[in-house]
């Protein structure tokens, strides 16, 4: 099992900045393919950012790209997201997630993933 915890999030104004972390414990993680998730106001949870293990590939969608950076340490069981330039359609909660078995890509697929934290609220207003 690997248990992930998100936080980081918060209130900020529109065109700012705010970096979210994801500290995994448990059953190591740092082979395991991970990525970020979010549930906007009244819909489906939506891909964000995913990242292979060893840090190499990622993948964003393409709202995201050029704003959002997803990085991590495995030394640290630790995985980032940067976000600048936020717009107010990037207010959601934000889910970290990890695969359960190794695989060399990164992934928007999130049925693949085995673990979830339990989501940071990231507020953007206008």
């Known amino acids: 099992q690997v248990q992930l915890v998100e936080s980081g999030g918060g209130l900020v104004q529109a065109g700012g900045s705010l970096k979210l972390t994801c500290a995994a414990s448990?059953?190591?993680?740092?082979?395991?393919?991970m990525g970020w998730f979010r549930r906007p106001p009244g819909k489906g949870r939506e891909f964000v950012a995913s990242i292979s293990w060893s840090g190499t590939t990622t993948d964003y969608e393409d709202s995201v790209k050029g704003r959002f950076t997803i990085t991590r340490d495995n030394a640290k069981k630790t995985m980032y997201l940067q976000m600048h330039n936020l717009k107010p359609e990037d207010t959601a909660v934000y889910y970290c997630?990890?695969?359960?078995?190794?695989?060399?890509?990164?992934?928007?697929?999130?049925?693949?993933?085995?673990?979830w934290g339990q989501g940071t609220q990231v507020t953007v207003s206008s």
């Open positions: 448990g059953e190591t993680s740092k082979d395991y393919t």
């Open positions: 997630a990890s695969r359960n078995y190794y695989s060399g890509s990164a992934s928007s697929d999130e049925f693949t993933y085995a673990y």
